[in-house]
């Protein structure tokens, strides 16, 4: 399966710097919209079986124009949401200060803001990724539009990486990354 993963258009708060997490209503800017018409236009001659999106609506507004270009109707599912940052959200990063990891942790395994850790995110795309080998013949192409740090905690997944392993790298607001749903289990230690 050939999985297309997007990044949604950028939203009012990514303009305002507020940590968004899961925060449910935060919607694209013009701009947003400009760049998820753009994000359609590059997978415009694939041939698109599904969009499946998280169920934010920054996530929802991009994914309905990909599938609008293929004649789908986006399937939204809280797997694919951000990662959860609990009381943080809706803070500017500004106001944020450091904060120490407890001894005996990773970093991967806090809870931010008594939200969600990165190594819940890591077990949330195992369950993403077998719903997706369930609904779509194994030589599908699939949109999923996401988040960026649950895309890259599921780039971390798709490569066999764990969830202390999962690397920072920009992900621009409706950058595509492609690539291959191995057959059979997907590796990465939890």
């Known amino acids: 399966m050939l999985l297309h993963l997007l990044r949604h258009g950028q939203s009012t708060w990514n303009v305002e710097g507020r940590l968004q997490g ?72 500004s106001e944020l200060a450091p904060e120490q990891v407890p001894e005996g942790v990773d970093i991967s395994e806090v809870a931010w803001g008594g939200g969600e850790s990165l190594q819940q995110v890591h077990a949330r795309m ?29 780039l971390a997944l798709l490569d066999g990486r764990g969830h202390r392993e999962v690397t920072w790298e920009p992900l621009a607001n409706c950058e595509i990354i492609t690539r291959t749903l191995p057959g059979g289990p997907v590796g990465g230690r939890c």
């Open 22 to 93: 899961q925060t449910l209503h935060v919607p694209l800017t013009d701009l947003g919209r400009e760049q998820a018409a753009a994000a359609a236009d590059l997978l415009a001659s694939r041939a698109i079986a599904g969009v499946w999106c998280s169920d934010q609506l920054r996530a929802i507004e991009t994914a309905r124009v990909v599938a609008g270009r293929h004649r789908l109707t986006p399937h939204q599912t809280p797997l694919l949401r951000e990662q959860s940052l609990g009381n943080l959200e809706g803070r500017l990063t």
């Open 126 to 154: 195992r369950v993403l990724v077998e719903e997706l080998s369930v609904a779509f013949d194994p030589g599908a192409e699939v949109v999923l539009v996401s988040h960026g740090d649950t895309l890259r905690v599921l």
